[in-house]
């Protein structure tokens, strides 16, 4: 199906304890070119991502952003150094015993002695976060390629309406040539008449001289590998491969022709419908600029 590069999707899932977001967005780019923001702990997802996006993205300027929110206590691990804590307790009901003072020991003042509770970080585990994340990013991938799906569409009716109306504009400058030449010969036929005065006129001469011209106009070459061209382009856009660059050097032969009959052509009316053409393949142009 034909994609736009334009594309957003996001997702968001907590799996395992995180709060995961992934958003993947894209613009035109020639090429196909990754970026990521990722959290500086978890630098080590900017290969994974560009790996998971290369092949379901061909062109575009694509970035990725992901943040990772660890939900409370999830991230640190708690214990209790009991030889220490004990240490303490034994201190201080010795004192107690000495001092004869009332016995209020709880387990609140054992949060008061330092050393008595050790916090550590818990380590990551690589792949099993890279799982997680890569879970949400499939469901963002799905959304943005479904925008990039939906555009792709919208640019596809647009261009081949566009290219239906060349054809058309074919036509007319394929019924008109021919008449040009005919209005060149009664021209001539007439100037000659005036020139020489008289009725008695080398209808051969005038045959060659028109035949001469016609060949110097003649666009049918040019009509007929135009209207080939409208086909290739129109029959892309039923392929299921990426086609931006096809289309490009397409519409760069289409332009091509469109020029060759312009320079051709005398006549004032081929001439408006050759800048009408020229305006709809420049139309053209634009659109599948934007099409991977």
């Known amino acids: 199906m034909i994609k736009s590069m334009t594309g957003y999707g996001r997702a968001q899932q907590i799996i395992d304890g995180r709060d995961i977001l992934v958003e993947i967005r894209s613009v035109n780019h020639r090429y196909f070119e990754f970026s990521s923001r990722v959290p500086r ?8 991502l560009k790996s998971f996006l290369q092949g379901k993205v061909n062109r575009g300027k694509v970035e990725i952003a992901v943040t990772i929110n660890i939900i409370e206590g999830k991230d640190a691990l708690i214990k209790v150094n009991k030889s220490i804590a004990k240490g303490y307790i ?21 949060l008061r002695f330092p050393d008595t509770f050790n916090i550590q970080k818990n380590v990551d585990d690589e792949e099993e976060i890279w799982n997680a994340v890569s ?56 100037k000659l008449k005036e020139v020489l005065e008289s009725t008695d006129i080398d209808t051969q001469r005038i045959l060659t001289e028109a035949a001469i011209f016609a060949d110097k106009i003649a666009v049918d ?11 290739q382009l129109e029959g892309l856009f039923d392929s299921d491969e990426a086609i931006g660059r096809k289309l490009d ?15 051709k052509c005398q006549d004032v009316n081929i001439t408006k419908i050759v800048v009408e053409m020229k305006s709809e393949i420049e139309k053209i142009r634009e659109q599948i600029q934007n099409i991977e």
């Open 41 to 48: 702990a978890y630098g080590y997802l900017d290969e994974k």
């Open 90 to 110: 034994d201190a201080l009901r010795e004192v107690n015993e000495e001092l004869q003072l009332r016995d209020d020991l709880s387990l609140s003042n054992l």
């Open 135 to 190: 879970e949400v990013a499939s469901e963002a991938l799905e959304k943005f390629i479904s925008m990039r799906e939906a555009e792709g569409q919208r640019l596809k009716k647009d261009v081949l309406t566009r290219s239906g109306y060349i054809l058309e504009n074919v036509a007319k400058v394929e019924k008109l040539s021919p008449e040009t030449v005919e209005n060149y010969r009664n021209r001539l036929y007439q």
């Open 221 to 231: 070459e040019e009509t007929v590998r135009l209207r080939s061209h409208v086909s």
């Open 249 to 263: 050097f397409i519409v760069q032969e289409m332009n091509r022709e469109v020029n060759t009959i312009g320079s």
